[in-house]
């Protein structure tokens, strides 16, 4: 009886401790232009999935896409850094969590251009198809995740 109760507050220790790991708010700092709409949405979109943002508005994102390493291909309106990695553009907040707890060999994660339905980027029920890219310093680019359209 002594090993079952044991083992049981162990059980719910262990099970705490993920669910506390889960709910602590992830930090990313945010690059963007100041007159871009579009970002302040896909901002309410990581804050609403426990991303706790650090929002730094500049006339200058081009200079930090070149600090880390954005191509013209890859790029967007905004870049994020995130545990080291740079997130490009409408990224969805679950695959950047992905990124986080797989920790891939990347430069980082990026959705190239404005895609419409893309979060931040929502023009009603319409959604075009797109795909999440990843990147490393090489400019190797794969597909990290991909998206369906909906009309």
């Not at 959604?127 to 990290?144: G, I, L, Q, T, W």
């Amino acid at each position: 009886m002594r090993i079952s109760k044991t083992f049981l507050a162990i059980s719910l220790l262990v099970a705490n401790m993920a669910v506390s790991a889960e709910s602590k708010p992830i930090d990313i700092v945010v690059h963007r232009s100041p007159t871009c709409t579009c970002c302040g949405k896909w901002l309410e979109h990581l804050k609403e999935n426990n991303f706790n943002v650090e929002d730094i508005v500049t006339n200058d994102v081009q200079s930090i896409k070149d600090k880390y390493g954005v191509t013209r291909e890859m790029a967007s309106c905004h870049t994020a850094i995130v545990d080291g990695y740079v997130v490009e553009g409408h990224v969805p907040a679950n695959d950047i969590k992905t990124l986080l707890k797989t920790k891939p060999k990347v430069v980082g994660i990026a959705v190239p251009g404005m895609v419409n339905g893309s979060p931040g980027m929502e023009m009603g029920e319409t959604k075009d198809p797109y795909k999440v890219m990843s990147f490393d310093r090489e400019n190797h680019a794969k597909v990290f995740n991909s998206y369906e359209g909906a009309q």
